[in-house]
């Protein structure tokens, strides 16, 4: 259950990055996300060092769509690793922490004009295309600025893995890039060539996210290998880079069982190997874009427990002071999350109950039966794994403030991103004058 520094100290208070969790929890208020720092270097490490051993040359790009602000941008610059980006917002926070622009990976599959035009003024490295379209707004974009844009196509390989369905994206039937076998894929990348303002990189897929099995990595592969093959064939076009994409799996329970990383690396790289010796091509650059697999575990959320109720017969519900506006996956996609009471780690879990949290929806649960020790209201919940898409998709549904994050490393804990208040809920309201009541006044006297 326990992941990256995590401890449990003499009182039995859960202990992460050297901080004792209850003392967070005091310190900050709940919800919070805390931020093993240690651990996410560590993956972002592993990383590297996986891909460098079983491709040599490789790139790892964390995916920011699944944690993003300016303090992580540092840190995934501190660890080399490069940025994949998904809108002029994300863009914006990688520029103001000064991120390496030539390692800013721009996707979408529907970029506006501007925020093309601002990935082109900030030079970023490379813009992944994903239609006719913006292969045309590119062009013109970068033919008004007299420049070059660096460019991957994103290809959709036709590959099902495994996974949510709202989470697959490498399937022909998708919003995402080019679909492979069709006649327009081809006709994308010969314009790409000619286009006098592009520069065609390389190839992009991705083909859906928490996978497990390695077999959906290997044939997408290799089915982008013999894409290449067929590009050379047709166009005569050797393409050198080749981004595979993010996607594999974390832990959330007992059960999930991801291959580790050096097993990732070394299914693609030996996938590469092979199909490049037998269609007699060189091997290209390749790039992999893991966002959850980079940040997922080593992110917890810390609750208050409140009221508790139970349904005789049927179940005990522990209600905690956030839920699916802090962390939407449970209702989204059915996730299941493992939890601990911070401050009776140690104690032996011997109810069965279910943690609801705070917005007027019925489904908004975080954790369906979980064994926890008896909780009273007061009690510290951390749940665990909350790193990844969960402070990206949080909302203010029912005007909650969006919650501080914290990272805890060797025993020192510091905010990077500050807790909303009820005055950043109505920051951007404006009451016209033929409205105007006392909202104004009221505003200014509760803060
Ligand atoms: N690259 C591209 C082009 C992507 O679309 C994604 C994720 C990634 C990389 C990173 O994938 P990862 O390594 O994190 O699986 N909100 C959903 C996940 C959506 C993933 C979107 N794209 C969830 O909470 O499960």
């Given at each position: 259950m326990l992941r990256g520094t995590m401890a449990i100290d003499a009182r039995g208070h859960l202990v992460i990055g050297g901080c004792d969790a209850v003392k967070l929890a005091q310190d900050y208020g709940t919800p919070l996300y805390v931020l093993d720092e240690a651990a996410l270097r560590e993956r972002a490490r592993e990383y590297r060092q996986a891909f460098s051993r079983y491709l040599p040359g490789s790139e790892v790009i964390y995916a920011g769509k699944a944690l993003l602000n300016t303090a992580i941008c540092r840190i995934m610059a501190e660890e080399n690793l490069a940025l994949d980006v998904v809108s002029g917002g994300e863009l914006y926070t990688a520029l103001v922490a000064a991120f390496p622009t030539e390692k800013i990976y721009f996707h979408g599959n529907n970029k506006s004009r501007q925020e093309l035009a601002m990935a082109l003024d900030h030079r970023v490295g490379r813009i992944v295309v994903d239609s006719f379209y913006e292969l045309k707004l590119l062009q013109e974009l970068a033919a008004a600025r007299n420049t070059v844009a660096n460019i991957l196509v994103r290809i959709t390989p036709g590959v099902e893995p495994n996974t949510h369905s709202y989470i697959q994206t490498g399937q022909f039937d998708s919003k995402f890039g080019f679909p492979l076998g069709t006649k327009d894929t081809l006709a994308a990348i010969e314009a790409a060539d000619q286009m006098p303002n592009l520069r065609l990189w390389g190839l992009h897929c991705h083909i859906g996210?928490?996978?497990?099995?390695?077999e959906s990595f290997v044939t997408a592969t290799k089915v982008m290998v013999r894409f290449l093959a067929e590009i050379k064939e047709s166009l005569g076009l050797e393409i050198m880079e080749l981004d595979l994409g993010g996607g594999l799996g974390i832990r959330y329970h007992d059960g999930n069982e991801p291959p580790s990383l050096g097993e990732y690396a070394k299914a693609l790289g030996e996938a590469i190997c092979e199909s490049c010796t037998e269609l007699e091509l060189p091997i290209p650059k390749i790039m992999v874009e893991p966002g959850r697999s980079i940040v997922g575990e080593a992110g917890t959320t810390l609750y208050t427990v409140g009221s508790i109720k139970d349904i005789p017969g049927v179940r005990r519900y522990v209600a905690v002071d956030g839920g699916m506006a802090d962390n939407p996956r449970v209702t989204l996609y059915q996730a299941v999350y493992e939890a601990c009471l911070a401050n009776k780690?140690?104690?032996?879990?011997?109810e069965l109950v279910t943690i609801a949290g705070k917005c007027c929806e019925s489904g908004d649960m975080l954790i369906k039966d979980i064994m926890l020790p008896p909780a009273e209201p007061g009690d510290v919940l951390a749940v665990f794994a909350t790193g990844a898409y969960n402070y990206s998709m949080a909302s203010n549904y029912n005007h909650l403030p969006r919650p501080a994050m914290v990272t805890v490393y060797k025993g020192m804990s510091e905010i990077i991103v500050e807790r909303e208040s009820y005055v950043d809920l109505i920051r951007l309201d404006r009451v016209p004058p033929r409205l105007t009541t006392s909202t104004e006044t009221l505003a200014g006297k509760l803060t």
């Open positions: 996210s928490q996978i497990f099995g390695l780690a140690k104690d032996e879990p011997k």
